[in-house]
């Protein structure tokens, strides 16, 4: 496969997953200012802001709910926003369209187009699941018509990495206020995991088991040890090396290390230094991001979360 080809298709999975992601963070916490009249709204928006690793624009002296959907949700040149992922993601598809399939072209090139500018404040939660679903269709469409060949290993490992990097701030805004942040079952419920997790455990959320579902659970696919390893067994099809001592593979390096981490930590542990972990996750999905472009994708300046224009 072509390069140029590959690097698209990991690129469309991560920026589709990006905008699902970051829908369902603003969702949650937006809802959670409107609730709660004891929130400090500036403190809250800023803190928001810099675990989605953006900055609130210069000049403002009190950050406010309109400023963070702004910013994150209909900005076009905010590498952080949704319009920017979903903006990217059509030109990734229009980059390969020889390899991408008519129907997924068209939901992308549709989702952009409808778009919206700015956004109507009694409007906010209808958007955020419109790009959830419009998502969900992309994934839907790569999943049901792809041949499992590389171009849906490098869609899917693209889609796992940003996956794990998505859930890891969703579990680090847990700790931006302590006193008002959200809750776990609202974490849970913006995962689409309330339900699985019900199953699973059998009870009302409590900290402990709703971290460790949302961390170490393998047959939920958002938590993040499930992304890992889904991104392992991509990265092993894509490169299937038969290394006799250790990994030369730096991406199943990074990927295995933090892995273990979590799995061979007490959840007592993460849950105490919770943040720390977050940021440690994120890392590693950066060094891994860095790792596959080095190795398959060279020739191409990587997109970024701040500061570079894809």
């Not at 829908?23 to 916490?29: K, M, S, T, Y």
Request: some cysteine; aromatic content about 8%.
């Amino acid at each position: 496969m072509l390069s140029r080809i590959a690097e698209s298709l990991f690129w469309i999975g991560r920026y589709i997953e990006r905008s699902d992601g970051t829908a369902r963070i603003l969702d949650v916490h937006l809802q959670l200012l409107l609730e709660d009249p004891w929130i400090d709204e500036d403190t809250a928006c800023r803190s928001l802001l810099s675990v989605m690793g953006s900055f609130p624009p210069e000049g403002l002296t009190t950050v406010r709910r309109e400023d963070v959907l702004a910013r994150l949700a209909v900005d076009r040149n905010n590498p952080s926003s949704i319009a920017y992922a979903l903006q990217a993601a059509r030109e990734n598809a229009r980059r390969a369209r020889e390899i991408v399939s008519t129907d997924l072209w068209e939901t992308l090139n549709t989702t952009n187009a409808r778009m919206p500018r700015r956004l109507q404040t009694d409007k906010v939660h209808e958007f955020f699941q419109w790009v959830r679903e419009r998502s969900a269709l992309a994934v839907g469409l790569v999943d049901s018509s792809t041949s499992r060949d590389e171009s849906w290993q490098f869609f899917t490992l693209g889609r796992a990495i940003e996956r794990t990097d998505m859930t890891a701030r969703m579990l680090a805004t847990r700790s931006l206020t302590e006193a008002s942040g959200p809750s776990w079952t609202t974490i849970l419920r913006s995962c689409g995991a309330y339900e699985a997790y019900l199953r699973t455990y059998r009870g009302m959320p409590s900290a402990r088991n709703a971290a460790e579902f949302l961390l170490l659970d393998r047959l939920f696919p958002r938590s993040i040890i499930y992304s890992i390893q889904q991104a392992e067994q991509c990265m092993r099809a894509i490169d299937p090396r038969d290394d006799r001592v250790g990994h030369s593979n730096t991406v199943l390096r990074a990927l295995g290390q933090i892995r273990n981490d979590l799995e061979y930590s007490p959840i007592s542990e993460i849950l105490g230094e919770l943040p720390l972990h977050m940021d440690r996750v994120q890392k590693v999905t950066r060094e891994a991001s860095e790792a596959i472009r080095g190795r398959f994708f060279p020739t191409q300046a990587e997109p970024s979360w701040i500061g570079e224009i894809s």
